[in-house]
């Protein structure tokens, strides 16, 4: 079992950055993917970013492309979500989770292939 817990949230102007962290424990070493995931007010959790912890293959969205940086630290079970240029639109509660399976293309943001999650953090942007 692996236990995710999120952190670095807050409210940041437009233009701004911020770095969210996602803390591992539990047994990790069955984990293959990390993912960072998003979700709106009344709207579907949707994957931003995820990287396969062996190999380090990332996978962004198109809204984020460019804009956010995914990285992750074997030595500290930790994985974290670089974001910069944040926009309004990027408000949302942004939740870190783990996955046994090697997702790849086109699932890399399949929810469903995450079987552990965070509890998340709020991220606001304002214009």
């Known amino acids: 079992h692996v236990q995710l817990v999120e952190s670095g949230g807050g409210s940041v102007q437009a233009g701004g950055s911020l770095r969210l962290s996602c803390e591992a424990s539990?047994?990790?070493?069955?984990?293959?993917?990390i993912g960072w995931f998003r979700q709106f007010p009344g709207k579907e959790r949707e994957g931003v970013a995820t990287?396969?912890?062996?190999?380090?293959?990332?996978y962004y969205s198109d809204s984020v492309k460019g804009r956010f940086t995914i990285s992750h630290d074997s030595a500290d079970n930790a994985a974290y979500l670089w974001m910069n240029n944040l926009e309004p639109d990027d408000t949302a509660m942004y939740y870190c989770?783990?996955?046994?399976?090697?997702?790849?293309?086109?699932?890399?943001?399949?929810?469903?292939?995450?079987?552990?999650w965070g509890q998340g953090t709020q991220v606001t942007v304002s214009a």
């Open positions: 990287i396969q912890t062996r190999g380090g293959t990332t």
């Open positions: 539990g047994i990790t070493e069955g984990t293959n993917c």
């Open positions: 989770a783990a996955s046994n399976l090697v997702v790849q293309s086109p699932n890399v943001f399949r929810v469903p292939s995450f079987r552990f």
